[in-house]
Structures are given as C-alpha cells and as structure tokens.
C-alpha cells in the first residue's frame, strides 16, 4: 500500500517506499552504493600493486653512500675503493663500448701514473640516483657527472650509468656496469 494513514502523517509511507527498499528509488540509490564499494575496492586492490612495486628499496641509504663514497675514490684513482665496489665476476661495459672484466679493470687502474702538479683533476659525482631492490639484488642508474679542471677551465661530461649489485656475504658489489654518454648541447642540435 502506497498511502497509510498513521496519526496526521501521509508522508512516512511515502518515504518508506523509497527510501527504506521499497520503491524504485531505493534500489537505484542501493545500486550506485555498491558500485562505489566496487570501484573503491578496485581503487585500493590497485594502489596496493602498484605500492608493492614503487617501494623504497630498503639499502637505498647504504647503496647510495657506497656510490658516492666509490666515486669520490674514483676521483682520485682509489685502487682500495676500486677493489671494494667491483665484484670478481664484474661485466664492465664502457661508454666507448669495451667490455671488460675485474682484472682489467683494476689492472687500468693499478698502473694509471701519479697525477702530477699541474695535471688535470678529475670528480666524479652523482645525480638523480635511483634504486630498485629486489631483495639481494638492486639496480642503481644515475647521472655520472664527470667534471675535469684544466689550466683553469672546466669541462663537464654527463653519462648515463647503471649497475647490478648483488649483495653477497652482506657486502653490496657490482656484478655489471654500463656506462653511456650523454650527448653534449651542442652535439644534439646537430
């Protein structure tokens, strides 16, 4: 029955009708109420996937200081530093497209001369470090900045590095490296 007659009110069997499940108004607002449970359950099923892969690797800080603390080496032809960063079975791909392997690269590195007053300095630094971990094994790219003082001017040279590092016995090595170099302003207008 659509219209009761309860006290003085005709309007609460009307309301009751729609609003309580009754009437076509109260399945329509039902629905559109489930399918916001469905799309917000959607919503958070696929933040939650997608939070999974974006996490923060957790040896980001430790990965990044031994970047860093390797390039400052680097910098200064640091054999000990060398030796600490590369893993014995290091796949080493330079910029030039030489593939090379531990030995050779510590052998370049152990019979470099003595810089001499005078001699142009090298530093190497990093920018937009990023790291992705998966468990004892991470990726780390970034921007090698590689800037080198000469009779008093500046040069700086960008790359494109990454590296494998493997964590073994609790040490983070590099098992590869590819190194690629950016083109310089000048060079991409060309």
Known sequence: MLFEIQGSALVFPVLR???????????VFRRRKRMK???SSAIVVLMLALGVNAQTAPDAAKLTTLLKDFLAGASRNDAAMHDRFWAEDLIYTGSNGRRRGKAEVMHDVQSAPTPKPGDP???YTAEDIRIQQYGGTAIVAFRLVSTIVKDGRTEVTNFLNSG???K??????????QATRMPRPEQEAK
């Open 17 to 27: 009708y729609y609003l309580l499940g009754e009437g076509p108004l109260y399945q």
């Open 37 to 39: 449970g469905v799309i």
């Open 121 to 123: 300095v090298t530093n």
């Open 164 to 166: 494998t590092f493997l």
């Open 168 to 177: 073994r016995r609790g040490k983070w090595q590099v098992v590869n490296w």
